[in-house]
């Protein structure tokens, strides 16, 4: 079985195509975002996305491999071999698979390597390459399935290559994740079902028998023997069961429990307050500390700042998560969070009546503000790229704000604080979190 694989290999059309699948790797690795460099999780969902690209070229050459020896019109050498045709479409399939995953493993090494600098200690996590390594078999078994069925030199490939892709998309449960926050992880049990599901269709795949029989017809002495039948029957039957578990066993991604790991805490100064995030996310620390610390320097002394500012998901409750969020990279949804906690300090929870819209106003202009004074930059270069809806009358105001000099802000915030406080009812202490 050695010699055929070796012989499957070098005959595999991969093998020609393989410089044109590596830069489809780095392509979708390094074109489709770069926020993922010096993060673990993220990095290791960017390594997986990859196989959505290279899966489809696996499905169309496995089709197109499995299909060759029909197409020549030699199923009758194939059949009077001497090794079990099962072995020969094993090694067919093992072949498309080693060029594939060898792609694949590239990319994954490529991945590492970058951000190796930044990440810290810690790797990629094994459960999002698993994921992508399921893809890769999925795609590869579908297209040598269809192939030894349908042996068409063009027909059934491209079927298979945009089928494939197009079903992974289309399916009402995932076999792959585009986001990695280090506040969620991937489950065991669902990841194992993906995979045992790829295994099944890889040993269907081989051991299936053939559609057409003319060839068995004419040579009855090498029908398929009745063990690879079983297997066959087998690895169908496992397969349906565990397609059927896939969405019985549960969400796939959830929420990463906070004492999984101990968080990275630091301050940019004593005195500052201090900022708490996820040990994948320490690259940021640099630019949080420094919001916090601007922050945490009032022009006013009513303004408050919290000790701590916590990233999402170190510190739920059943009241929700207060913390902030790094979204795609950005530490501007970071801001949002962190001024909204300074604006919890120094006023409370405020529910003024749905009349007084000044008062609402009010506090969307000095939320805005204290996000563009923790951010440090123009408002104009703050806000690019960010989408926010039902507040741009607050942006106009706060800019208008962040753009004066210090005395006249500090006169801005003491009459916006007066349209708040104008009842002190409105605000309460909030004592959820």
């Known amino acids: ?29 390094f074109g489709r975002s770069r926020y993922w460099i010096g993060v673990w999780p993220e990095a290791s969902v960017a390594a997986q996305v990859v196989t959505l690209f290279l899966g489809p070229v696996l499905a169309g050459v496995s089709a197109w491999q499995a299909g060759r020896s029909s197409r020549a019109g030699m199923p009758e050498t194939v059949l009077a071999a001497a090794r079990p045709i099962w072995r020969i479409e094993a090694a067919r399939l093992a072949a498309t698979l080693t060029l594939g995953f060898l792609a694949y493993a590239i990319g994954c090494l490529t991945a590492a390597v970058i951000s190796f600098g930044e990440a810290g200690p810690g790797f990629l996590w094994p459960s999002y390459l698993l994921l992508g390594a399921s893809i890769l078999i999925i795609f590869a078994s579908v297209g040598h399935l269809a192939g030894r069925w349908w042996p068409s030199a063009a027909f059934t490939p491209v079927v298979c290559a945009l089928g494939c892709f197009t079903s992974m998309l289309a399916l009402p449960f995932k076999f792959n994740v585009l986001a990695g926050p280090p506040d969620q992880h991937l489950r065991p049990l669902p990841v ?106 009032p022009s006013q002394p009513w303004l408050k700042s919290p000790d701590v500012f916590h990233e999402f998901g170190l510190r739920r409750n059943k009241w929700g998560d207060r913390g902030f969020d790094i979204a795609e990279g ?67 105001e706060a800019t208008k704000a962040v753009r004066m000099s210090a005395a006249e802000q500090q006169k801005w915030l003491t009459q916006e604080r007066s349209h708040i406080l104008r009842d002190p009812s409105w605000c309460q202490p909030d004592d959820r979190f």
């Open 192 to 297: 194992a079902v993906r995979l045992l599901f790829a295994l099944a269709l890889a040993s269907l795949a081989v051991t299936a028998p053939p559609l057409r029989r003319s060839a068995e017809r004419q040579m009855p002495r090498q029908g398929t023997p009745l063990h690879i039948r079983g297997v066959a029957i087998g690895s169908a039957a496992v397969s349906l069961i565990a397609l059927a578990a896939v969405p019985a066993a549960g969400e796939l991604r959830v929420e990463r429990p906070a004492s999984a790991t101990e968080p990275m805490c630091e301050r940019s100064e004593k005195g500052a307050p201090q900022v708490c995030v996820w040990p994948e996310h320490r690259k940021y620390l640099p630019e949080l500390t420094g919001m916090a610390q601007r922050l945490g320097q």
């Open 1 to 29: 079985m050695l010699n055929a694989y070796r012989i499957e290999l070098r005959r595999s059309p991969l093998l020609a195509a393989f410089p044109m699948m590596i830069a489809v790797d780095l392509l979708v690795l």
């Open 330 to 396: 950005h530490v501007r949804t970071a801001a949002i969070a962190m001024a909204d906690q300074v604006f919890t300090e120094s006023f409370g929870l405020c529910m003024p009546p749905r009349e007084e819209s000044r008062a609402w106003q009010a506090m969307d202009n000095i939320r805005l503000w204290l996000e563009y004074r923790s951010m440090d930059q123009d408002p104009a270069v703050a806000d690019e790229g960010l989408h926010m809806e039902g507040v741009s009358a607050a942006q106009r």
